[in-house]
């Protein structure tokens, strides 16, 4: 089973989260700057696990419809594709991860630098755990 590297897109940084070698549990493993060349640093992180599947964050609307948002991610995952032709990209959707992962910052205490920080790397693995979980069953 190929590992998989889950990317939280947002657009002022993006979380990246792995799968464990059995496709069991997440864990995230950076925080790239969108505002720099982060797909460069993407390409180096991937390719540290062989030909990962890439699950990207897909942003819908309470109502499940995309928006400009999602078109925007759609864009970026062509990107990607164009970089790391030999991975297979999928979509997961990812509403209320970032939400859900201020959340369990907040109720950890974590100061707000530290939220800021890490908000975005919790989010990818809350996102590829859930991926990972849908799996199973």
Request: hydrophobic share 40%; with cysteine.
């Amino acid at each position: 089973m190929p590992r998989i590297l889950a990317l939280d897109i947002g657009s002022v940084r993006i979380g990246v989260a792995v799968s464990d070698p059995l496709g069991i549990f997440a864990q995230g493993v950076a925080v790239l700057k969108a505002k720099k060349d982060w797909l460069s640093e993407f390409e180096k992180l991937a390719a540290g696990y062989g030909n990962p599947v890439i699950l990207i964050s897909l942003p819908r609307r309470t109502t499940g419809e995309e928006g400009p948002e999602a078109e925007n991610i759609r864009k970026k995952a062509e990107l990607i594709r164009t970089r790391l032709p030999q991975c297979e990209i999928r979509f997961w959707d990812e509403r209320f991860t970032t939400v859900i992962a201020n959340q369990v910052l907040l109720e950890a205490d974590v100061s707000r630098e530290g939220r800021k920080q890490s908000v975005d790397k919790i989010a990818a693995t809350l996102l590829l755990q859930n991926y990972l979980d849908s799996m199973k069953g």
